[in-house]
C-alpha cells in the first residue's frame, strides 16, 4: 500500500508520524529524502519539483505540516532535517555504511571527528567537503560512491545543489538512503546555534534565523508569500 500523500504547490510530499514512522518507512523505501518546507514550496523550480516528485518529500517545516493537515493528513508531524540524519545514524552506527559530503573543510573535519567520538563503531567508509568545483571532481565522488555502495549519504550543499547531485549519485547506487542537509553540520559541531526550543515549538524557526542573519532577507520573503497563500487556500 502506497503511503499517503497530497501535493503542495505542485510538490508531492509524504505524510509521516513520527520519527519511528520515517525511519521504518527509509529503511524499506531507499530513495532521496528532500526537506519541504515554506521556502522551497514557493520557490522550487520546475526542475527541482519534478526531482522531489520522483522521491520522498517529508515536512521539514511546520508550514508543510498545515497544509498536509488541511488536506486531510491529520498525523502529519513535522521531522527536521538537522535531525533526521542523526535518527538514522542512532539507529543503524553499527550496521549501515555512511558516506558524508558537505560543508566547509573545517566544518567538514569537526562534523566527522564529532560522529568518530559520539558512534566509536560507525562505519564511514568515505567523505568528503562541499566543494566541488570541477566536472572531474564530481565524476571522482560518484565513482567513489559506485565503489563504496554505502546504505546512506548525506549531503549538505543547500539546495537545489545537494539535491541534484544526489540524484547523479543515485544512478550509481540505488540501494542507498539520500538525505540533503544544507546547514546541519554546522548545527551539529555548534558552529550555528539553533532556535531555541519554544520557538521550535511554536514554529517561528525561521524568524530566529533572520533576527540572527538579516542578509537573509530575501530567503524569508518566501516565507511571507507562503502565508498569503496559505491564507488564500491557494497551496
Known amino acids: 500500500m502506497e503511503r499517503e500523500h497530497r501535493k503542495i504547490n505542485g510538490i508531492r510530499t509524504y505524510t509521516f508520524s513520527s520519527w519511528e514512522d520515517i525511519l521504518n518507512h527509509l529503511e524499506k523505501n531507499p530513495s532521496i529524502y528532500v526537506a519541504i518546507n515554506a521556502e522551497k514550496i514557493v520557490s522550487a523550480s520546475e526542475k527541482l519539483k519534478a526531482l522531489i516528485n520522483r522521491n520522498t518529500g517529508y515536512c521539514d517545516g511546520f ?3 498545515k497544509v498536509l ?3 486531510g493528513l ?6 527536521p532535517g538537522c535531525e533526521l540524519w542523526l535518527q538514522i545514524i542512532n539507529r543503524h552506527h553499527s550496521d549501515w555504511k555512511f558516506y558524508i559530503i558537505g560543508a566547509s573543510s573545517s566544518t567538514h573535519e569537526q562534523t ?3 560522529l568518530i567520538t559520539e558512534f566509536p563503531d560507525i562505519k564511514i567508509v568515505g567523505h568528503r567537503d562541499g566543494f566541488i568545483k570541477t566536472d572531474e571532481d564530481k565524476a571522482a565522488l560518484i565513482a567513489d560512491i559506485k565503489t563504496k555502495q554505502p546504505d546512506a549519504v548525506f549531503v549538505a550543499m543547500g539546495t537545489p545543489k545537494q539535491e541534484f547531485l544526489m540524484e547523479d549519485m543515485k544512478e550509481v547506487c540505488p540501494g542507498a538512503v539520500y538525505v540533503g542537509l544544507g546547514g546541519s553540520y554546522d ?7 539553533r532556535a531555541p526550543k519554544i520557538w521550535q515549538k511554536m514554529g517561528i524557526e525561521f524568524m530566529y534565523r533572520f533576527i540572527k542573519n538579516p542578509s537573509r532577507w530575501r530567503r524569508q ?3 511571507a508569500i507562503f502565508s498569503y497563500r496559505y491564507l488564500l487556500n491557494n497551496l
Do not use: C, H, Q, S
Not at 491529520?74 to 521531522?79: E, M, N
Not at 548545527?187 to 546555534?193: A, D, E, I, L, S
Open 63 to 65: 508550514g508543510a505540516v
Open 69 to 71: 493537515r488541511r488536506k
Open 74 to 79: 491529520k498525523d502529519t508531524v513535522r521531522l
Open 112 to 114: 566527522i571527528n564529532k
Open 187 to 193: 548545527v551539529y559541531t555548534g558552529n550555528v546555534k
Open 221 to 223: 520573503f518566501n516565507y
